[in-house]
């Protein structure tokens, strides 16, 4: 139903297009743009990739891929498709589109966010950035200044720099005039019983010593096997001390070509399972 709205839509858009003949001003020939037959002297950015004929996702009318083969060339439509459903015209054009503002879409191909979007028209119908690494970006100087910012207290901007969580702010101002919000899973879950570890290598997936208890959640998981989320997973080794992890829990196990396997400084307990040190 969705697909069929969007090419009803799409259809319309065609049609206007052909009678006004406005949208690529720069393609040496619009009379068979959109006409449902890829031509390949159209197949090109400035002609709109022969106005979405040559590809399945946006191609419209009996002819599509019936005389002439499709020979898709719009880079939005091979990076998204199919998770992004979208008119994909509209994808990286300068203008921010809410119907494909989100991660399927690569957020509108950089569209709505000021330090993304490339084009004439960027911010002619106002940015609203999404995209979380554009936002980390944008807002950085709002990074870890010590007051809790509501836009920067996401996963990709490690919750603000921990501006919003009272274990991990710091400066001044914590806690002042910004209010606390601490949104960062791992503090609501550990907090305040986990008192040795950062907070911020819990679940890194990177075996810490400091984090390594009970009261951490062991890591996060990070130091079993069978636990540990991640690409890093078992570059420090295994050392897992996780009792309800049957499967993993032995005293030594995994590679053991890692000597880095971190001691915190403050918690010399750990420094005596020196036979689960590699090496
Ligand atoms: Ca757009
Ligand atoms: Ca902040
Ligand atoms: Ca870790």
Not at 16 to 43: E, F, I, M
Not at 92 to 104: I, K, L, V
Request: include cysteine; glycine fraction near 10%.
């Amino acid at each position: 139903m969705y697909s069929t709205l969007v090419k009803t839509t799409f259809a319309t858009l065609l049609f206007t297009t052909s009678v006004y003949g406005t949208q690529y001003p720069n393609c040496p020939n619009s009379v068979n743009l959109g006409d449902g037959k890829c031509h390949s002297s159209l197949n090109i950015a400035e002609c709109g990739y022969d106005d979405g004929d040559c590809c399945t996702a946006t191609c419209t009318g009996p002819n599509c891929g019936v005389f002439w083969q499709y020979d898709c060339k719009n880079p939005s439509i091979n990076q998204y498709a199919p998770e992004c459903e979208t008119n994909f015209l509209v994808i990286g054009d300068s203008y921010c589109h809410a119907s494909s503002n989100n991660g399927e879409c690569g957020y509108d191909g950089g569209d709505c966010c000021e330090s993304t979007c490339t084009g004439k028209h960027c911010g002619s119908w106002g940015y609203h950035c999404k995209d979380p690494v554009a936002i980390c970006e944008e807002d950085k100087n709002l990074i870890g200044d010590g007051k809790c910012h509501t836009s920067t207290n996401i996963a990709q901007c490690n919750y603000d720099g921990g501006d919003c969580c009272k274990e991990t702010c710091d400066g001044p101002n914590c806690g002042k005039f910004w209010e606390y919000d601490c949104k960062n899973p791992k503090i609501n879950i550990y907090a305040p019983e986990c008192t040795e570890a950062n907070f911020e290598v819990i679940g890194n997936g990177l075996c810490d010593a400091c984090a390594n208890s009970a009261e951490c959640g062991y890591d996060g998981g990070d130091c079993c096997e069978s636990t540990c989320i991640g690409e890093d997973c078992g570059q420090w080794g295994w050392h897992c001390k996780d009792p309800t992890d049957k499967e993993s829990y032995k005293p030594t196990s995994g590679p053991t070509n890692s000597p880095t396997y971190p001691e915190s400084p403050d918690s010399p307990e750990e420094s005596q399972d020196s036979n689960e040190v590699p090496k």
